[in-house]
């Protein structure tokens, strides 16, 4: 009990400085020292109190060294994980992620120690759950906010469209859809115009949206705008063109959902049955279902029969769902 005790206690210190260092802001102080000089600076006609003001922005926008070598130790690649957090559209940062795993790491390898598991496979477990659970969290997020940008895309193409038509430059109308579009579109057309403003090109602007947004809808439109401009042509007429192909295709891809929705549901009932009856009869009598919480020192890697038998059967089922999953999973 002893062990027990120290073990947790471990564990809600390890998870209170972690939490401390991911989400402790900069001091209040600090902060209203560098908006007041931010604003001299900006109000100044000076040229080295803009210059200042600019390198103070860089500086601030900088990931500090401690963080920076934190994360390129612990991260293999950085960069691609840095990229997923801007899929999502959340102000998450690299600190902040590894934080969420390191803590669901520590969490899940002390319950499971405490449970009476093996040391080993404790670890194993929990390590394979702080790098799986936040990284298939992550991909959710985005699959969600990329079908909200491809449900409105097309009523961006067609606000586009009448903008062009009445006479409009395209860099207006970009503009204009960043106003009146709600959600991801909205957002995402902010951030070009933005761009577009500080010195890039339009290409530049869309290209970098297009690598961030990784959706073959938003790909189609920048392809469009660049072989317009190569090429000339009545681009309102070719956009108009282009949202009616992105609506016909979303329908396609709502009938497959439909069709398919039958055997995503025997799917489900099939994957989660197994769980629930095991979950139901641990609840009504759990001295029966006691050996799969039983560990065995001489079986393998400490774990025993029952154990083995049950992890078998979850790589049979996991296999099982990716085979239902390929099956019902159609490309437009």
């Known amino acids: 009990m002893d062990g027990n005790f120290i073990l947790i206690t471990v564990l809600i210190a390890t998870l209170l400085g972690l939490g401390v260092v991911a989400f402790a802001g900069p001091s209040p102080d600090k ?32 990931a500090t060294g401690v963080e920076a070598k934190m994360l390129v130790s612990l991260i293999p690649n950085p960069e691609n994980l840095t990229k997923r957090l801007k899929m999502t559209g959340k102000k998450w940062t690299l600190s902040q992620y590894m934080t969420a795993s390191a803590g669901i790491f520590l969490l899940l390898s002390a319950l499971l120690m ?31 906010r990329v079908q909200k940008f491809n449900a409105k895309f097309p009523d961006a193409l067609e606000l586009l469209t009448r903008g062009l038509r ?36 339009m290409e530049q602007a869309l290209q970098e949206t297009a690598d961030r947004l990784g959706t073959p809808e938003f790909q189609f439109f920048v392809i469009t705008l660049a072989i317009q401009r190569e090429t000339g042509g009545n681009l309102a007429e ?17 009938k497959i959902r439909a069709m ?16 629930l009856v095991f979950g139901m009869i641990c609840y009504i009598n759990f001295n029966y279902m006691s050996p799969f919480f039983t560990p065995d020192p001489a079986g393998i890697f400490g774990l025993g029969t029952m154990q083995v038998i049950g ?10 769902a990716f085979i239902m999953a390929q099956m019902v999973n159609f490309e437009i």
């Open 31 to 62: 902060a209203r020292k560098r908006r007041v000089a931010m604003i001299r600076g900006r109000h100044s006609e000076s040229a080295e109190a803009l210059l200042e003001a600019r390198m103070r922005k860089v500086i601030s926008n900088r």
């Open 260 to 275: 398919s929705s039958e055997s995503k549901a025997s799917a489900y009932i099939i994957g989660v049955l197994p769980f």
């Open 114 to 144: 405490i449970r009476g598991f093996p040391f080993l496979f404790a670890v194993m477990f929990g390590l394979a759950a702080g790098l799986g659970l936040p990284h298939w969290w992550v991909g959710r997020l985005i699959n969600k």
């Open 311 to 320: 992890i078998g059967g979850m790589c049979w089922m996991g296999i099982g």
């Open 238 to 254: 070719t956009l108009s063109n282009l949202a009616t192909v992105l609506r016909q295709r979303a329908q396609m891809k709502l």
């Open 166 to 201: 009445s006479g409009l430059p395209i860099a207006e109308t970009l503009g204009i859809v960043s106003s009146e579009i709600p959600g991801p579109v909205g957002e995402e057309f902010k951030l070009i115009t933005e761009r577009i403003k500080i010195g890039r090109t």
